[in-house]
């Protein structure tokens, strides 16, 4: 199987669970919380790892007690997992309500100049066979390296909004693109913008909407979510979906099939308040594909 260089992603998150996001006014709220290891490369990583994809993945952490425990956590979980040293661990307090609508607060930010250990990167870069460019600051930079060695390169642009310049240097590196229509609603003008542009083909999830898929020259593709899996907590599955969907792309699979393989694995993310759920397997997703399908 060919390898994956996930670039970019790490935080430690405060989740706060509550019935419903808070409306802008003075609140007092009540709520249930934990804290864990978040953000989209560590949620690609777990996922890709427990799928038995060839992955490494690189991020920056602040010598500090979060990215300790981000460093502990992705170890026990078998990530390999490779970084440099920033000035403070990225943290986030994500508001989740029970519809699964979430809320992210950056408390702490990741530095996107810092330094790094580019003759490592480049090593990396080199021997992989595909790249996940996530949008972080510090990936940006290391756009020219990953075109040197022309890698197939795909990326998240999460919760996009057309237009904003912060993202266009992602979309010109992408062979590939993942989105949320989340503030997208005009998301089907975008995907045929970019497979017009060249894109091998665009994902966009719409959260309990289910999923779209768009080839060049193609129509649409249409996927439901998987009604029977109960919501417990959304947080990260997105990226199980993305996981799920490069596995069957790996193995060389339809493209129908391959989102259908997103669509088990975000699924049985959200009934689970892991990053990633326990249950998520290669084994778990060619028997649920088989038992649904």
């Known amino acids: ?48 790892t427990k799928l038995g994809i060839d992955n490494r993945l690189h991020s920056i952490l602040g010598n500090d007690e979060p990215g300790n425990r981000i460093i502990a956590f992705l170890e026990s979980k078998n990530v390999r997992f ?39 990167l480049e090593t990396m870069i080199k021997d992989a066979d ?12 290391l756009i020219p390296l990953i075109q040197k060695y022309h890698k197939e390169v795909w990326t998240d642009l999460h919760d996009y909004q057309g237009g904003d310049l912060y993202y266009q240097p992602f979309i010109d590196a992408a062979d590939v693109i993942f989105l949320s229509s989340d503030r997208l609603p005009d998301y089907l003008h975008w995907m045929t913008k970019w497979t017009r542009e060249g894109k091998k083909f665009v994902v966009t999830t719409h959260g ?22 109960p919501l417990v907590d959304a947080n990260g599955a997105g990226d199980s979906f993305f996981s799920g969907f490069l596995y069957g792309y790996l193995k060389n699979q339809p493209m129908e099939k391959c989102l259908c393989y997103g669509t088990i694995a975000g699924g049985v993310k959200i009934t689970s308040h892991q990053l990633v759920s326990e249950q998520l397997s290669s084994e778990y997703l060619e028997s649920m594909y088989e038992k649904i399908y």
């Open 130 to 141: 595909l790249i996940v460019l996530n949008i972080i600051g510090y990936t940006k930079r």
């Open 82 to 120: 490779t970084y440099d040293w920033d000035v403070q661990t990225e943290r986030h307090v994500n508001l989740m309500d029970r519809e699964g609508k979430r809320i992210s607060i950056f408390v702490k930010s990741s530095t996107a100049d810092l330094p790094l250990d580019l003759p490592r």
């Open 208 to 229: 309990r909407n289910g999923a779209t898929l768009l080839e060049k020259n193609k129509e649409p593709r249409f996927e439901p979510i998987i009604e029977s899996y």
């Open 1 to 48: 199987m060919k390898k994956v260089l996930i670039l970019g992603g790490t935080s430690y998150d405060e989740i706060i669970y509550l019935d419903r996001l808070p409306d802008p006014v003075p609140a007092t709220l009540f709520a249930s919380g934990i804290e864990a290891v978040g953000s989209t490369g560590a949620g690609k990583a777990l996922a890709m």
